[in-house]
């Protein structure tokens, strides 16, 4: 047995040729296991501090390593023994996409996949300052949404408006070249659609509960925000580039 590995970047071919090309693309932790069990991802910041100003050691304890931690353990319970123990996490989520037989497979891999993403998407920025993106990401976010400023209002107008639990994402849609948003309903996850996700945010309720409570507006203000947001542009930027090679 190989203990599954996480490490930047790592790269994965998808299943599916999209547009007469095949997308290959570049995540923050690997997809990739020889029959070992999966495992949370190991975070780039200190958990006891959090992701501040976002949000503070306890909610991220709470977040990862039980919530995240739950997803991890239901999904290597309910594939052991089963042609999905080999696989990828990739390509048990496009496996299960919409499968009815598979629903709890689908949900905990995806959920798994969604919150590895998550962390990598987020930098603590205690001293709150300026928080935007650059380079390549930030030519296409002003190409396809008129601005950076546009983009961050629609992004938090999606993820606030989303209705009950899920995510709200950046993605790039390989068979146009073009960046748009997507909510997704609670474990709903891009890859399953043939996008490519460029950056997400989590708003599950547990995301966000222990430090703002109900007030997901705050939460998703302290992420996003130009001055003192806690985006991780860099990473972003390491997706969007990754998904526009040929």
Same mark, same amino acid.
């Given at each position: 047995? !190989?203990?599954?590995?996480?490490?930047?970047? =790592?790269?994965?071919?998808?299943?599916?040729?999209?547009?007469?090309?095949?997308?290959?693309? $570049?995540?923050?932790?690997?997809?990739?296991?020889?029959? !070992?069990?999966?495992?949370?991802?190991?975070? #780039?910041?200190?958990? #006891?501090?959090?992701?501040?100003? /976002?949000?503070?050691? $306890?909610?991220?304890?709470?977040?990862?390593?039980?919530?995240?931690?739950?997803?991890?353990?239901?999904?290597?319970?309910?594939? /052991?023994?089963?042609?999905?123990?080999?696989?990828?996490?990739?390509?048990?989520?496009?496996?299960?996409?919409?499968?009815?037989?598979?629903?709890?497979?689908?949900?905990?891999?995806?959920? &798994?996949?969604?919150?590895?993403?998550? @962390?990598?998407?987020? $930098?603590?920025?205690?001293?709150?300052?300026?928080?935007?993106?650059?380079?390549?990401?930030?030519?296409? =976010?002003?190409?396809?949404?008129?601005?950076? /400023?546009?983009?961050?209002?629609?992004? !938090?107008?999606?993820?606030?408006?989303?209705?009950?639990?899920?995510?709200? @994402?950046?993605?790039?849609?390989?068979?146009?070249?073009?960046?748009?948003?997507?909510? *997704?309903?609670?474990?709903? +996850?891009? =890859?399953?659609?043939?996008?490519?996700?460029?950056?997400?945010?989590?708003?599950?309720? &547990?995301?966000?509960?222990?430090?703002?409570?109900?007030?997901?507006?705050?939460?998703?203000? /302290? =992420?996003? !925000?130009?001055? *003192?947001? +806690?985006?991780? @542009?860099?990473? +972003?930027?390491?997706?969007? $580039?990754?998904?526009?090679?040929?």
């Amino acid at each position: 047995n !190989s203990t599954q590995t996480y490490h930047t970047p =790592i790269m994965l071919k998808q299943l599916a040729r999209l547009n007469q090309r095949t997308a290959t693309h $570049r995540f923050a932790f690997s997809t990739v296991q020889l029959r !070992s069990k999966h495992s949370l991802p190991p975070l #780039e910041y200190p958990l #006891e501090e959090g992701v501040q100003p /976002a949000f503070d050691g $306890r909610q991220l304890d709470f977040h990862y390593n039980k919530h995240h931690q739950t997803y991890v353990n239901n999904l290597n319970k309910m594939i /052991a023994g089963t042609s999905f123990e080999a696989m990828p996490l990739d390509q048990i989520i496009m496996k299960t996409q919409g499968d009815g037989s598979h629903v709890g497979v689908y949900n905990n891999a995806a959920q &798994h996949f969604n919150h590895s993403f998550f @962390w990598k998407c987020l $930098r603590p920025n205690p001293q709150q300052n300026t928080n935007e993106p650059k380079g390549e990401l930030a030519k296409a =976010i002003e190409k396809d949404f008129g601005s950076v /400023a546009e983009f961050k209002k629609q992004f !938090s107008d999606n993820a606030v408006k989303l209705f009950g639990s899920g995510w709200t @994402w950046l993605v790039l849609d390989p068979t146009t070249n073009k960046l748009s948003i997507i909510n *997704g309903s609670n474990a709903q +996850c891009p =890859i399953g659609l043939k996008l490519i996700p460029i950056l997400t945010v989590d708003v599950w309720e &547990h995301a966000y509960y222990l430090t703002h409570q109900n007030r997901r507006v705050d939460y998703v203000q /302290a =992420i996003l !925000s130009n001055a *003192g947001g +806690c985006v991780n @542009w860099d990473f +972003c930027e390491e997706n969007y $580039r990754e998904a526009m090679r040929k």
